[in-house]
């Protein structure tokens, strides 16, 4: 009877210490197996086999690219504190699996130490403003740094990077208002250039128009003039002297005025004097004034050409006088 009790107890032992012999390794990860708590060997992916009692399992090591994000706030050479996220990808070497879990106990926390000593002593050799434009320097002074001390533990960096800056909040928005007073100085010498451009543009063609329109009046002029002396010369060909053609066209000037008002109904006309009879007499006023210095203008012609003949007389010379001897 016990021995019937014994043999389900030693099946299940059995049982147990068979499932103890085989374990599974997942793809890209090692397992390091210890033999009475010494190193024994290191196993890869796939089913494996071991000694149950004396062979355990001492840790697993992953093989994948892993990435660590640091946050570091340090100061910089102007005196600003900032915030700088700092992700650094490494992977363990396959060759050197036994150093990587050996060697190190908190492989993060050996990363962060060194990424705070690489950046802490690069961010305070910038400025705020250089420290935005040359983060690849810091990424890559982490990553030489990082590389010279990990490989020794079997760990290789990968790439590191600066994926963040952020200054305190009130250099933030000294930065922002900055940022915006040169947009509006930029937006104000456009706008000013553009004024410019307009005047200078209206103050050419103000000047073209100018120049236009003073042509257009000397040429008018001129073809008037033109004109009133083709008029003369037709008139003094019909026996009409120059004084008399100039009372004339100034007469079809003054109708010429009175038929262009009146083809007009909103102009308006005043003729001064205002007395009716003298309106209707300033007319031949004005051509008996010019036919009075017509006739003023001959009376002198012929007084200076009397004039000319009585000095030529009194300055003709008298003939000599002869001596005779007697």
């Not at 708590?37 to 009692?53: A, C, E, Y």
């Not at 699996?97 to 050996?102: I, Q, R, T, W």
């Not at 553009?194 to 050419?204: E, F, L, W």
């Given at each position: ?287 008996a004034s010019f036919v009075a210095s017509n006739q003023i203008g001959e009376q002198m012609k012929k007084d200076n050409e009397a004039k000319g003949i009585t000095n030529k007389k009194r300055n003709k010379p008298k003939p000599p006088t002869e001596d005779f001897e007697y």
């Amino acid at each position: 009877m016990e021995n019937l009790i014994g043999i389900p107890i030693l099946i299940v032992i059995g049982v147990f210490l068979l499932f103890q012999m085989f374990f599974m390794v997942k793809q890209q990860t090692a397992v390091i197996i210890e033999n009475f708590g010494r190193f024994s060997s290191i196993r890869t992916s796939g089913l494996q086999l071991k000694i149950p009692v004396m062979h355990r399992i001492a840790g697993r090591v992953n093989l994948k690219i892993q990435q660590l994000d640091v946050m570091v706030e340090t100061k910089t050479k102007d005196d600003v504190f900032v915030k700088l996220k700092i992700s650094v990808q490494f992977q363990v070497i396959r060759e050197n699996v036994y150093d990587a879990f050996y060697k190190l106990q908190n492989p993060h926390d050996q990363i962060t130490s060194y990424v705070f000593d690489v950046v802490r002593a690069e961010v305070p050799k910038m400025k705020l403003d250089d420290v935005f434009e040359r983060k690849d320097n810091i990424a890559i002074a982490v990553k030489r740094e990082l590389n010279e001390a990990m490989i020794n533990y079997g760990y290789d960096i990968i790439k590191t990077l600066v994926t963040d800056i952020d200054p305190d909040i009130q250099v933030k928005e000294a930065m922002n208002r900055i940022n915006a007073a040169e947009r509006e100085k930029v937006a104000a010498e456009y706008e000013a250039e553009a004024s410019r451009i307009k005047i200078v543009a209206k103050a050419r063609a103000e000047a073209e128009s100018k120049r236009l329109q003073g042509q257009g009046i000397a040429d008018q002029r001129r073809e008037i003039a033109r004109g009133l002396e083709e008029s003369v010369d037709v008139l003094n060909n019909v026996g009409i002297n120059s004084q008399e053609a100039s009372a004339l066209i100034v007469v079809t000037q003054h109708y010429d005025t009175l038929q262009s008002l009146g083809e007009n109904t909103s102009s308006n006309l005043i003729l001064m004097p205002n007395s009716p009879q003298a309106g209707s007499n300033m007319l031949n006023d004005m051509i008996a004034s010019f036919v009075a210095s017509n006739q003023i203008g001959e009376q002198m012609k012929k007084d200076n050409e009397a004039k000319g003949i009585t000095n030529k007389k009194r300055n003709k010379p008298k003939p000599p006088t002869e001596d005779f001897e007697y």
